[in-house]
């Protein structure tokens, strides 16, 4: 599986941004798809994850401005950011996790200014 995440830049505190993560390869209805972010000097975290039903979750500095959707015919994960902060700025990456492996993708990188 290799994943091709795009929809990164620059954006305003209180902007908004949409990411895409496309998958080529297999994925599986039982694959999780989703998004973490590092920021500067920080460990790789949890941003929000979604199952081929739908099923989502988020980590708690995003939920009611983040959301995460799958299209499943497209082998492609989203994430739309809205009232985006200055600490939201990390790079971003997106996941495929298949029972006990991860894939990744290359990052993508949001800025967000004061």
């Known amino acids: 599986v290799q994943l091709q995440a795009s929809g990164g830049g620059l954006v305003q505190a209180g902007g908004s941004l949409r990411l895409s993560c496309a998958a080529s390869?297999?994925?599986?209805?039982?694959?999780?798809m989703g998004w973490y972010r590092q920021a500067p000097g920080k460990q790789r975290e949890l941003v929000a994850t979604?199952?081929?039903?739908?099923?989502?979750n988020y980590a708690d500095s995003v939920k009611g401005r983040f959301t995460i959707s799958r299209d499943n015919a497209k082998n492609t994960v989203y994430l739309q950011m809205n009232s985006l902060k200055p600490e939201d700025t990390a790079v971003y990456f997106c996941?495929?996790?298949?029972?006990?492996?991860?894939?990744w993708g290359q990052g993508t990188l949001v800025t967000v200014s004061s």
């Open positions: 996941n495929v996790r298949r029972v006990i492996y991860n894939y």
């Open positions: 390869g297999t994925i599986f209805s039982s694959d999780i």
């Open positions: 979604v199952t081929s039903g739908g099923d989502t």
